[in-house]
């Protein structure tokens, strides 16, 4: 993973799950980490966590949907740990305590302004914060998770399905913009992993049974996500810009 060591990456949605992974990942080959989530206690956790492995990280409390939290956050991470060379959007929900169980019809406006604002608004303005400075400096990388449900999409998941869709379309936008300046934007698509917070929501049987629609057929782990997500963060990945990588073992073919 050249390139990586040195750096610095800002990571949403951090404080457990996928960004967790990702900020651990990143660490352990040499990136200092800005670990930011809406709960701070958990992303203090996770950057102590890294932290006593050597690694330098800060944890960073905002909500991703508010503008000034993103630019406070920003201005925290970067005077804790310096320019902010790498971004990995992967700030986002599905449901609420509210809406589960609720047919798409159903839901109320407010719940469907929530999810788009935090998944996809919440990104672009993460994006429109450091992506600046990254062409100013002639290197930067973006990767936006999104979610292979926009391949097998259910209709009570409307609000989050369109906003992991409408971040395939933001990569794409943003590549054609930053290419020039050495930046590079990407999506990463996880299929159903069995995160701390999908296994609460979801049995054992239900991973299991998903499973055995992959070519690979086991349960995904955040850990089968990392090596992709350091791919497009590393100098490897120079080459590639507007991409969506489906990393969910076999199920999603396109």
């Known amino acids: 993973m050249e390139g990586l060591a040195g750096r ?15 900020a651990r990942g990143l660490a352990a080959y040499g990136v200092s980490v800005g670990v930011l989530d809406i709960d ?13 492995t050597g690694a330098r990280a800060v944890g960073l409390i905002a909500d991703i949907s508010d503008r ?5 956050a920003i201005t925290g991470c970067e005077d804790a740990l310096g320019r902010i060379d790498i971004l990995i959007n992967n700030a986002g929900f599905g449901t609420t305590k509210e809406t589960a169980g609720l047919e798409w019809h159903e839901w109320p406006e407010d719940a469907w302004d929530a999810v788009i604002d935090c998944n996809l608004k919440g990104a672009f303005l993460a994006c429109q914060a450091v992506a600046p400075k990254m062409m100013e400096r002639g290197w930067g ?10 391949w097998h999409p259910l209709a009570n998941g409307a609000a989050y399905i369109a906003s992991k869709a409408g971040l395939i379309g933001l990569t794409r936008s943003l590549a054609t913009g930053v290419g020039e300046h050495g930046v590079t934007v990407n999506t990463l698509v996880p299929g159903l992993t069995k995160t701390d917070h999908m296994a609460d929501l979801y049995p054992d049987e239900q991973f299991e049974s998903f499973a055995q629609l992959r070519a690979i057929p086991r349960v995904e782990l955040p850990a089968d996500l990392v090596g992709t997500a350091l791919f497009l963060c590393s100098d490897a990945s120079a080459f590639v810009t507007g991409q969506s990588f489906v990393v969910d073992g076999g199920h999603v073919f396109d």
């Open 8 to 22: 610095t990456a800002l990571v949403t949605g951090a404080g457990r799950g996928l960004g967790a992974a990702f």
């Open 40 to 52: 701070g206690d958990t992303a203090t956790a996770t950057a102590n966590e890294i932290s006593d």
């Open 68 to 72: 000034s939290a993103v630019l406070e």
């Open 141 to 150: 990388r973006i990767v936006n998770v999104s979610s292979a449900t926009v």
